[in-house]
């Protein structure tokens, strides 16, 4: 299992109040306990975040539960909280490897990033790298280009321009919003996101 988790690489890496519950010997709810007895000092390491979960699919009932994301200082300082048992002595120690492992992940994730912007990888090959299994998901991604360069769907520009091949119908300047719109989705994917964040992003200052 692991201790340390992020979702792209402008996002802080974070640890769940489960995993430390489970990790120390503690039940779930006292960590939550802590967390919300804590939470204006947890907060001056940055925002107490937190996702809902909902109950697992088959099981009787349940109702969802918040389960808190802390970065690398809030959990440091939630640990300390707790008595200081050999298994929490071992789990601050494995945490910090963690914390460290994963910032490490990103700086290299970062660098190939750079390295991948100033070759300008093609935006076909990017994509079947990171999903190399999936049959729809480049035509999700070319068309979410489209519409947000251009405002309209390639099959669209097939219709309104009598042409068999939209990319061949653009005009240099819809070229140029196509190209950049195609690099910035690229950029996205190496950072890990997928494609509903993808397109949140795109869209979000529109």
């Known amino acids: 299992m692991e201790l340390v988790y992020y979702k792209g690489l402008q996002d802080e890496p974070y640890t769940t109040a489960e995993i430390i519950a489970e990790y120390t010997d503690n039940k779930y709810q006292s960590v939550s306990d802590a967390i919300r007895k804590n939470e204006s000092d947890l907060k001056?390491?940055?925002?107490?975040?937190?996702?809902?979960?909902?109950?697992?699919?088959?099981?009787?009932?349940?109702?969802?539960?918040?389960?808190?994301?802390?970065?690398?200082?809030q959990a440091t300082f939630l640990i300390t909280l707790l008595d200081n048992t050999p298994k929490v002595k071992a789990f601050k120690k494995l945490l910090v490897k963690s914390f460290y492992q994963i910032k490490s992940e990103l700086d290299e994730r970062k660098i190939h990033r750079q390295v991948n912007k100033v070759m300008n990888i093609g935006f076909g090959d990017v994509i079947k790298e990171h999903y190399p299994e999936s049959k729809h998901v480049y035509s999700n991604f070319h068309n979410l280009a489209y519409k947000y360069a251009l405002g309209v769907t390639p099959k669209q520009i097939k219709e309104q321009r009598h042409t068999d091949d939209p990319q061949s119908a653009l005009t240099s300047d819809e070229s140029s919003r196509l190209e950049r719109a195609k690099q910035q989705i690229s950029l996205?994917?190496?950072?890990?996101?997928?494609?509903?964040?993808?397109?949140?992003?795109?869209f979000a200052d529109i």
């Open 44 to 73: 001056d390491f940055g925002v107490v975040r937190f996702e809902i979960a909902k109950p697992n699919q088959g099981s009787n009932g349940g109702r969802p539960r918040k389960i808190y994301h802390l970065n690398e200082q």
């Open 188 to 202: 996205f994917i190496q950072d890990g996101y997928d494609y509903e964040d993808i397109k949140a992003k795109m």
